[in-house]
């Protein structure tokens, strides 16, 4: 497809589980972004890679969040020990280039609700 | 840290009627970007705004950026049922950062 895709696009999970959420960037874009929405906030920012290497992860909000992508395409987010307050929608973001100008392009996201 | 502040968090309207949102800045910001959110959608890119004092339309949506690039405003002419949604601010200063938005609703 032409778009960021992001799968699953719902995941219910128990507290305490781990979890892992994918996101494939549209073909050619170096630069992705992990977001995470909570109701009536704006996107928070968590982490940002630049090809295969972290570029800026100091919006994780601690050691049990962390995200790899491996061969600077497909990204994974990975949550261990999840909690209730990890409830949130994770989005992703693609972009062609580098810094701030070039505008993002989101998938639909992955709602993840922990009970 | 760098942040963004959204005014107003909702605008209630009756369709034909005018629009704006502001987004501030306590820093002087290099570019600054504008997103729409549907109800139950994602974020999807507007516009950029890069100069000072620039003004960019996009028929009956006008983005402006102020003369000290610590503040925009989106307005949107004889709003429409369609316009309904979520309008965010993006400020890239080394970190993605957006505005925590606001959410249009639009009375027909």
């Known amino acids: 497809g032409a778009g960021v895709s992001q799968t699953p696009s719902n995941k219910v999970t128990e507290k305490g589980k781990y979890v892992e959420l994918r996101c494939d960037p549209i073909?050619?874009?170096?630069?992705l972004y992990w977001y995470r929405q909570s109701l009536g906030q704006g996107p928070e920012f968590l982490i940002y890679?630049?090809?295969?290497?972290?570029?800026?992860d100091s919006g994780l909000p601690n050691d049990r969040f962390f995200a790899v992508r491996p061969e600077g395409s497909v990204s994974t987010l990975k949550i261990q020990r999840t909690e209730r307050g990890d409830s949130a929608v994770y989005l992703c973001?693609?972009?062609?280039?580098?810094?701030?100008?070039?505008?993002?392009?989101f998938g639909n996201g992955t709602r993840l609700t922990v009970t | 840290g760098q942040q963004v502040m959204q005014i107003p968090q909702y605008q209630h309207v009756q369709e034909g009627e005018d629009f704006t949102t502001y987004c501030n800045s306590s820093?002087?910001?290099?570019?600054i970007q504008w997103y729409k959110q549907r109800p139950g959608g994602h974020p999807v890119f507007l516009i950029q705004?890069?100069?000072?004092?620039e003004v960019k339309k996009q028929k009956r949506l006008t983005f402006q950026f102020g003369e000290a690039k610590k503040n925009s405003s989106l307005h949107i002419t004889a709003t429409q049922t369609t316009d309904v949604g979520t309008y965010f601010c993006?400020?890239?200063?080394?970190?993605?950062?957006f505005g925590d938005g606001t959410t249009l609703t639009v009375k027909p």
């Open positions: 973001a693609s972009s062609l280039g580098t810094g701030s100008n070039s505008p993002l392009h």
């Open positions: 073909s050619g874009h170096t630069a």
């Open positions: 890679f630049q090809g295969t290497g972290a570029a800026d």
């Open positions: 820093t002087t910001l290099s570019n």
């Open positions: 705004l890069v100069k000072s004092g």
């Open positions: 993006e400020v890239n200063a080394g970190k993605s950062t």
